[in-house]
């Protein structure tokens, strides 16, 4: 079992942990939380009592950032127990699993860590804190870890669309309006009503649980690997254009000029780009 | 054609009828219930006049209140002229039926009593007196009537999971953002709105209406039979499990000890089992 | 290439145009109509810098007011290049395009400018002056050029349902509610949110925005020719029918009765055909 270094597992009991990510500064997701995030969908679906899982940050302004562009050409894609790579592996685990995952979401989630959330069963954000993003769109790239796949059926075609064309900022009660997520609830409330939610389903039967979960996932029809392979290798490719270099190079003199600010509002800086 | 003792048809005219539900003391669905629901969709089958029904009831506090779990095994299973058992015959041949169906929600509609509300083709519900759940989960088997299939497609893959594995009451505003219901109306306001909607199709063509229907279905894609038959019996199974039969028993001793308040505000107590 | 009667096109910019639709005097959807905006996606397609397109009016209170049904037996239905009836080849080739299409919605968009708004990306409306509709089944027809395709995959089958079949109008709040556009706005500030997001996304990298549509609209599975096409079949075979002339005069003599409000409140007049 290898360690964990960006995420804390707490165990508030046998049926229910909380697993809080903490990567200084910004919750960047880079290719070790891949691997840690895989390495934690293991741990979950080897537990025999686990029922909820809550993924949350220990920053109050970020959630998981975005994904660290710098270091796209580092992004794990060994095949994992699905044989799928990495990232899709372990979102597909997740989604397919018996437990139920929870993203309770404080900060910015945007690009892979919206993704993540999207991945996750149910979400929850802070009306004031929460900010939902699709920003690679105005990177040149596209979201290739599953936002193309996920979005449109929480959210139709058309708001899809404008959430990753736009590559803008969404704050937590217009992400419920448009089914990002699932609800949006004042910051003194999330964590109450987060940790309510996952104490009343962890007394519940577990067979009931996981059979509810698994004839939803069938009615439902989650996303087929393939479709979320295409996107990812759409991504991996567009991050070697040579525009993508170039526009990069643009943020980040916008983001000198914006410190601290640029990734706090990266939706509005992107638009100067 | 068997005689009605649960539900009362008025017929406001030819083109328009109401069926309202009265099973006292609280609007329990029970094995007869069902088998008064599949003559009653026979009659809207077999009415060449017939545009739009409407399914109310004569309980304030409880549209259709749940399944009488006590009773599971009774569950009719008869194949009807669908070769479908009872249930998913009823459900399916009202959701395919020419006429439009309406359910005008005042009071709980939990468990099949949802599950029937989500095979009418609409649902209206009042603001400070309808609540909806799906509590299944909670007594350790799963929603069997169509929920696990309609549910997800109204609202979701999140929202849905949120609502069947948290077993809990959603009042009609937040059933209204979850797509579970089409709209929630002051209580004063209900039973207009809907006459009034009633009123306005009776008038329209019957040929339009039922051609609009009948390409709206296949477009939307309602629930294969299949997957409605496999969540059945996945709940036929599951009510005989030991586990069942022990929550049950946990159950009836918080009921008793909250009197009349426990099937008002069943989603709370179950979380105290 | 033709030259355009009913429509303006602005080049704000070699990857943003604005196309302003102007039949006077209320914007009526006629055969015309239908051969310039296939002109226009003709154009779209052949621009190798053009990023977005909006679709405006130039009337305050009609966007697209509806079909001129005395002229539906005139309907173009020549193979475009995609071998589909012209309509449906230029809402799909719109819908499948590299650019970006967004409706931007002041005043009335009934029937096929309703269904001529769901085929754009994205659809923005005034809070104020914004109003939809699918009178069809009112007039004894059914909606014949997309809407019973691509409501149910935005609003839900049931809304989709009220909406279709209830042909009453909708105020832009309520259809952002049911999912019809993606968001409303105030009158006052539409103009300049339509104009930043087009703005926004023009200057992003081509090959993004095509790619995350292409991908998008993969997973969001549009609406199939067949489908389409056995929509409009029905409509234009229901149009001859006796009782839809009857329910016609009987319309226009309501109309003229209610003078230039007849089609300001289409919806509530049709109730009293």
Same mark, same amino acid.
């Given at each position: ?70 270091? /796209? +050409?580092?992004? %794990? ?6 044989? !799928? &790579? ?7 685990? #997740? =989604? ?42 105005? /990177? +040149?790239?596209? %979201? ?6 996920? !979005? &449109? ?7 899809? #669309? =404008? ?64 479709? #979320? ?45």
């Amino acid at each position: 079992m290898s360690e964990l270094t960006q995420f804390t597992i707490t165990e508030q009991s046998a049926a229910y942990w909380t697993v809080t990510f903490n990567n200084p500064p910004i919750n960047l997701v880079n290719p070790e939380t891949i691997l840690e995030l895989q390495e934690i969908v293991g741990r979950i679906e080897a537990s025999s009592e686990l029922v909820v899982v809550v993924f949350d940050s220990a920053h109050p302004d970020f959630f998981f950032a975005r994904y660290d562009l710098s270091r /796209a +050409g580092e992004t %794990p894609t060994a095949p994992g127990p699905t044989g !799928l &790579p990495t990232w899709i592996d372990l979102t597909t685990r #997740l =989604e397919q699993s018996r437990v139920v995952s929870i993203a309770s979401v404080r900060g910015r989630a945007r690009g892979a860590g919206s993704e993540f959330a999207l991945a996750c069963d149910l979400r929850f954000a802070s009306i004031e804190r929460a900010f939902f993003g699709q920003p690679e769109v105005a /990177a +040149g790239v596209i %979201p290739g870890g599953g936002a193309i796949e996920r !979005l &449109p059926r929480l959210a139709g075609r058309a708001k899809a #669309l =404008e959430i990753i064309i736009g590559a803008d900022d969404f704050d937590a009660q217009t992400a419920e309006r448009y089914g990002w997520i699932n609800r949006a609830l004042p910051d003194a409330e999330l964590d109450d009503f987060v940790d309510h939610f996952a104490r009343r389903i962890a007394k519940f039967d577990r067979f009931a649980i996981s059979e509810a979960k698994r004839l939803v996932n069938r009615a439902a029809v989650p996303p087929q690997p393939e479709a #979320l392979l295409e996107s990812q290798t759409s991504f991996l490719k567009a991050v070697q254009r040579p525009e993508v270099r170039e526009r990069g190079l643009r943020a980040r003199s916008v983001a000198v000029e914006a410190g601290a600010d640029f990734e706090l509002r990266l939706g509005h800086y992107l638009g100067q780009v």
